[in-house]
């Protein structure tokens, strides 16, 4: 099967932007600080925007106003950036957020969501066009990008069946000792047809050591409907910045390397 560059452009791009990042010691939305000179929020938009998605939709909460005056004042309308704001206003989980933009998203639209982290700023253009080819290529409609960690302590693990086919995602808190061995992560970037999202996010439940409704469970259950596509990715391309030491890591790495 071959998939057309057009039909992977038909896609939608999701920021999840709503946390407020305590581990950053700050008063200011982890999503706002600065990195390579620009807030972080931005370069993730901005990778959607280089592979061709046309609209996004950024999920706020915790200081929302300026969340939606930044990106209005550098994204502006007049220059072609067509952005949209769902609101999580109690912060319940990724799934949760998802959920969010789903009436902001419409029930028309049929085609793939991108779902990105807003605090992933080396995400490439060239790495969503894949998740979106993997995604079109899918049999389950879904893909993910997966890194591997030689520390991988605190992120979820994909979890493979014997042929090898990636059949859920456990999380660091309810995985069990023989998952917690595994080095291949999840990167938390997907793409997902919009039929699945509307139908199943809404049967996903918070059972589970957070208390949260996980979006990674969403990933069981198209594993059990057809093949989950993934795309292995450089690590430092997809981390996230928690932390004021780990935002000062990231872009020193990202400086030595041009």
Not at 135 to 157: I, Q, V
Not at 174 to 200: F, K, P, Q, T, W
Not at 216 to 236: C, F, H, K, N, S
Request: one cysteine or more; glycine letters at 8%; aromatic letters at 4%.
């Amino acid at each position: 099967m071959t998939v057309s560059r057009e039909s992977t452009k038909n896609a939608v791009a999701v920021l999840l932007a709503a946390g407020k990042g305590t581990r950053m010691r700050s008063e200011l939305a982890k999503v706002l600080h600065p990195f390579a000179g620009q807030p972080l929020l931005l370069h993730p938009l901005r990778a959607a925007r280089e592979f061709g998605v046309e609209r996004s939709i950024v999920v706020v909460g915790h200081q929302r106003e300026d969340v939606r005056a930044l990106v209005r004042e550098r994204l502006p309308a007049s220059e072609g950036w067509a952005v949209d704001f769902a609101v999580q206003a109690e912060q319940r989980g990724t799934g949760h957020a998802v959920a969010c933009a789903l009436p902001v998203l419409g029930e028309d639209f049929d085609g793939a969501v991108l779902i990105l982290s807003g605090d992933v700023p080396l995400l490439r253009a060239p790495t969503l066009e894949a998740l979106a080819e993997a995604c079109a290529l899918s049999s389950a409609g879904l893909s993910l990008a997966s890194f591997r960690a030689a520390d991988p302590t605190g992120y979820g693990r994909i979890i493979r069946d014997a042929e090898g086919r990636c059949v859920q995602i456990s999380e660091q808190r309810d995985a069990s000792a023989d998952e917690l061995a595994i080095d291949e992560c999840n990167a938390g970037v997907y793409c997902v047809r919009a039929e699945h999202l509307r139908r199943e996010l809404p049967t996903l439940g918070a059972d589970n050591a957070a208390g949260e409704i996980y979006l990674t469970d969403l990933i069981a259950l198209r594993a059990r409907a057809g093949v989950v596509g993934v795309v292995e990715v450089d690590a430092d391309e997809v981390a996230g910045v928690n932390t004021p030491e780990q935002l000062a890591q990231l872009e020193a790495r990202a400086r030595a390397r041009g």
